[in-house]
């Protein structure tokens, strides 16, 4: 008798944790739509797809345009947080292709690229989910071109966060002194890492399991 | 103190290391009774030790074996009483059987017979009339021819043909009749015979049986007297069904992990696909507790029935309650058995929802309507429905196993208990030798001084045998000194 009730206990207490974890996912992509990656965005549709893919229900996703001035709620495209159950998540998803298209379809360029805005932005909407896995996918060429009067010269706290720059193509300069491309990705790793997040880079499209 | 201090006791190393082994052996030797005593102690104990830990697990061993022997022979008188009990009820229901149609049968053989007799009866040959006149012919041929007997002989003669003749006829037609009621008589013969060797079948089935009642009878007397023979066949036994039970168990097991994925995606849909207990998605969970509630209420099925006895409480309710509970745990199981199906259905119905959700995120096509899907569907409900049932029968290998497996068990504790004992033996026996050598090995650098010790020893022995001893002639002043 006393056996069972110490194994009762045993299997209450396992089951009742006292915090329970989040196991979900929460992930936010940027794209560039400036006038040197304008051209780049059909490639971004396959990644949002992709992504759509790989997400559980439960998990959270938002795409979002960098433009002159990221900072802003607005410049999300599409968000969710898919349902609990597997076919509303379905549907779920299937709707959230539909926006990313007709978005893709018409958007214009922007003249300037505010993407530390933006990933302030993502930070800020991924905390605020509360997500177990916290993934910031840049889909951009990460040259950072604010307009005056932007302030963008502080650190922004990456700590716990995956930041992924996705197809970081080579601009007509870095053909000239490939260095720059070198120091611009070198710039970003170290201002993530430094904040606490994990800097990657993935160039290949074609293997995008590495993504997530 | 290090190595090169102490071979700096002297301005020569060499020779503060003879002085020191000189006093290091001296060391040895002053101490070797104590050493030597410490050795043998310090053996001994062990030896001891293991020795008592030995003898101690070969009367564990003994009980666990006698205990063992207890619940075998306990396990088949039971499985022997429940088949004797059976082919008495088998027996008991053949006589019944044959006793209620025997009035019947003395009834078709005695009309039958009655019949035969009766047929026979009128068959029986009925002997022709002598002839009547035969002293009238002998008078009429002693008369004399002139006085006209030659003519009544004639006329006697022409009679006697034509009675002769009549009474062939009438001889004729009896005879026909006779035989006519004679071939009636084959049926009923025949009949006769059908009956004889049906009734001779039946006993030959009960003599069968009765033969069989008799083996099981004698085994049952080899299992109460306990002899050796009932309880090697005994544990044989209990070892084959022991496997047997697993390996049903395990294709079982099969059934359940096939039954578990029907269910578990679409119970997503009504648990969540996200939340957990413990490390295990509650979705699963909950589809293991859909089958183990399945495979208990087979269980109590099982029982109510009488095919398993894993509950006595079950087996020894009143027959009204069993029934309603057979019929209780059978709606439990349709109920279940039909929402199995239903989830296999919707579990179908997401799959396509997803494979759609894949193809559209991939950028394909939706694909082309499978007008062949109905088969897996159908397919999925079918197993959805029919293993649950199926499941119910776990219950006969499960009462087999847990029953063999205490036998199997106590067999195996048997065998770890006897290695174990004759580990601990050789262990004592190898450290009492071990005791042995390094007494021996303490003795290897003192060769020198036992060499001296063994010379002066014998060199006191010979001069002892030289001169009486002294000791011995003195008289004795004080009891004390021979006091043991």
Redesign the interface.
Known sequence: MKLATVLACVALA??S?SA?VA??SGVYLLLDTSGTYRGELRKAE?VI??T??RL???DSFAVARIDTGSFSEKDIIAKTTFD????T??AQ??AF?QKVQNFIAHENSAKYTDITGGLLQAVEFLNEKGTGRKTILIFSDLEQDLEEGYVRDMEVPFKGFDVVALNVVKLRKDNYDPRQYTARLEQWRSQVEKAGGQWRVVNDLDRLDSML | MSLNALLAITPWPVFSAIILVVLLIAVLYFARKTAHQAIRTASGALANALRVASHSLSIAQGRLAERNREVLLAAGREAKERVIEREFTRVGETVRKDLANYPHLHRGLSEAIAQIEKDHQGAVEVPPDPPGWIRAVEAVSKLEAKDGGSEVLADMHKSIVKAHKEAMEAYREASTERHELLRAMMPRWRDVQQLLTEVDKKAASLLTRSAGVDRHMQEYEQIVKREDKALSVLSSSSLVQFFVSAMVMLVALGGAAINFSLIARPMAEMVGGTSFIGVFKTADIAALVIIMVEISMGLFLMESLRITRLFPVIGALPDKLRVRMIWITFSILLLLASIEAGLAYMREVLLQDELATSALLRGGEMGVENGSLWITTAAQMGMGFILPFALVFVAIPLETFVHSLRTVLGLIGIGLMRALSLVLRVLGNGFRHLGTLAERLYDLPLFVPLWLESRLDQEDDDRGKAEPPVADLRPVRDLREVAP
């Open positions: 396992a089951c944790q329970p196991r979900n396959d797809l992709y759509l893919s559980e229900p439960a609990e159950r597997p076919s998540a379905n998803k299937r292709a």
